[in-house]
């Protein structure tokens, strides 16, 4: 069985299913990866599909979640990418892992379409830079365990 990941934000509506996504491309076959909210939205943002579409990373079937939902799962690692899920994470039976790696919300760009698409790929992008070399460390731990 593989070890679970679980990706922490506040609405699970934009980083942490952009963070699911990179790290299940990234380290799939290694880890488990999935994504909650401590206050879900109920939905996906439609611009975080859109960019990942682009990078060839489908997450439209994902779909917001509560916390709650994996309280009674093996946690091994707990991911924050925001400061309020940091805050209010839970800890979960066998977790051995936190980290706490903020990022913008993308969710509260303004402007045309265009110029939110921008932050939203910015966003990805250093979502995309810190989740690939958290899948390199995973390998070579792995490799080396």
């Not at 997450?59 to 925001?82: A, G, P």
């Not at 939203?120 to 899948?135: G, L, N, S």
Request: aromatic residues 6%; contains cysteine; hydrophobic residues 40%.
């Amino acid at each position: 069985m593989k070890p679970l990941v679980l990706i922490l934000c506040t609405g699970n509506s934009c980083r942490s299913h952009l963070a699911e996504g990179l790290l299940r491309a990234a380290a799939g076959d290694l880890l488990e990866v999935a994504s909650a909210g401590s206050k879900p939205a109920g939905y996906v943002h439609p611009l975080s599909v859109e960019v990942m579409q682009e990078l060839g990373i489908d997450i439209s079937s994902h779909h917001s979640k509560h916390v709650d939902e994996f309280l009674s799962k093996d946690v091994e690692t707990v991911i924050t990418v925001c400061g309020n899920a940091d805050q209010a994470c839970p800890m979960f039976p066998g977790q051995r892992n936190r980290h706490h790696w903020g990022f913008d919300d993308p969710a509260h760009a303004t402007g045309s379409r265009e110029e939110q698409l921008v932050v939203f790929r910015r966003v990805r992008d250093e979502i995309k830079r810190v989740f690939e070399a958290y899948a390199l460390g995973r390998r070579d731990q792995a490799r080396l365990g």
